[in-house]
C-alpha cells in the first residue's frame, strides 16, 4: 500500500475525496463556531449558546475519530508492515492526548 510512503515525514498525501470530505467537514465546524461568535455577541442565553458549543465538540469529536481511524488503517499498518513500529509508540501517545 503506497498510500502512506509520506507518514514517516509527518505528512500524508490524501485522495481527492478524502480531501474534500475533510474540508467541508471543518468548513461546517468552523460555520458553528461563528454562529457561536455572533449568538455572544447578540447576548444569547447561556444555555442556547451551550447547546451549540455541545454540537460543534460533538462535530469536532466526530472528525477526531474519522482521521484516527484513517490514519490507523493507513499509516499505521503501513508502518507496521515495514517494520517501523515506533509508530505504534507515536499513536498511543496521540491517543492519550485525545482522552484528556
Not at 484513517?70 to 513500529?85: K, L, P, Q, S
Amino acid at each position: 500500500m503506497d498510500e502512506c510512503k509520506e507518514c514517516c515525514h509527518k505528512t500524508k498525501e490524501r485522495s481527492e475525496k478524502e480531501y474534500k470530505d475533510m474540508m467541508n467537514r471543518l468548513s461546517r465546524i468552523e460555520g458553528q463556531i461563528r454562529g457561536i461568535k455572533g449568538m455572544v455577541e447578540k447576548n444569547a442565553y447561556c444555555p442556547e449558546i451551550l447547546i451549540q458549543v455541545a454540537a460543534a465538540n460533538a462535530a469536532l469529536n466526530s472528525f477526531n475519530k474519522l482521521l484516527l481511524a484513517n490514519h490507523i488503517r493507513t499509516c499505521v499498518a503501513e508502518d507496521i508492515r515495514n517494520g517501523r513500529d515506533e509508530t505504534i509508540d507515536e499513536l498511543v501517545v496521540t491517543i492519550q492526548k485525545l482522552m484528556r
